[in-house]
């Protein structure tokens, strides 16, 4: 079966880090680039951050840069998403997505989301 | 950064009707476009990319046009399955989403 799944979502503190997982299945992993976007309580669409297939490049949206780390492990089908310094306004549901073509950055495979809720 | 501006940010149009979708970018994007629609509570699913070409799966009442600043997504037919919030999002060299136009029955 093709899908995307989250995980990882939790409540924490401003500040603090956390980390999502993504897991693949159904498709060659290794062979697409990966993207993670959000959507805030309410909200639109966020784009966050994409990483190549091979993991070697990566880049991030400017209210996340510095902050989240994209890798990947292509052995394990699994994609992270590394939070540190967590803000109020990361609170949201973060969804990883699939490139529909290598290179393209639209999506044709979305997972259903993990919440992340930053709150004190 | 290019910025996406969708319009109108909400409508409402009755079941049969020619219902059109305005998404304007900042700076031309060629065709590096994409069209999605989310159902409440679900996730995003892509309709059209390449700013025209409609997704394998997609429905034919749905269609996409434009290029460089000015794109269109146009439901012929409005259904009633057809409420939801469409985004359109462009992709040349990174990744902006519009605000999102919310599709309501009258």
């Known amino acids: 079966q093709v899908q995307l799944v989250e995980s990882g979502g939790d409540v924490v503190q401003p500040g603090r880090s956390l980390r999502l997982s993504c897991a693949a299945s159904g498709f060659t992993f290794s062979t697409y680039g990966m993207h993670w976007v959000r959507q805030g309580p309410g909200k639109g669409l966020e784009w966050l951050a994409v990483?190549?297939?091979?993991?070697?490049?990566?880049y991030y949206t400017d209210s996340v840069k510095g902050r989240f780390t994209l890798s990947r492990d292509n052995s394990k089908n699994t994609l992270y998403l590394q939070m540190n310094s967590l803000r109020l306004e990361d609170t949201a549901t973060y969804y990883c997505a699939k490139e529909a073509v290598m290179h393209y950055w639209y999506f044709d495979l979305w997972g259903r989301g993990t919440v992340v809720t930053v709150s004190s | 950064d290019i910025q996406m501006t969708q319009s109108p940010s909400s409508l409402s149009a009755s079941v049969g009707d020619r219902v059109t979708f305005t998404c304007r970018a900042s700076q031309g994007i060629s065709n590096h476009l994409a069209w999605y629609q989310q159902k409440p509570g679900k996730v995003p699913k892509l309709l059209i990319y390449?700013?025209?070409t409609l997704q394998s799966g997609v429905p034919s009442r749905f269609s996409g046009s434009g290029s460089g600043t000015d794109f269109t997504l146009t439901i012929s037919s409005l259904q009633a399955e057809d409420v939801a919030t469409y985004y359109c999002q462009r992709y040349n060299s990174a990744s902006t989403f519009g605000q999102g136009t919310k599709l309501e029955i009258k």
């Open positions: 990483i190549s297939f091979d993991g070697k490049v990566a």
């Open positions: 390449a700013a025209s």
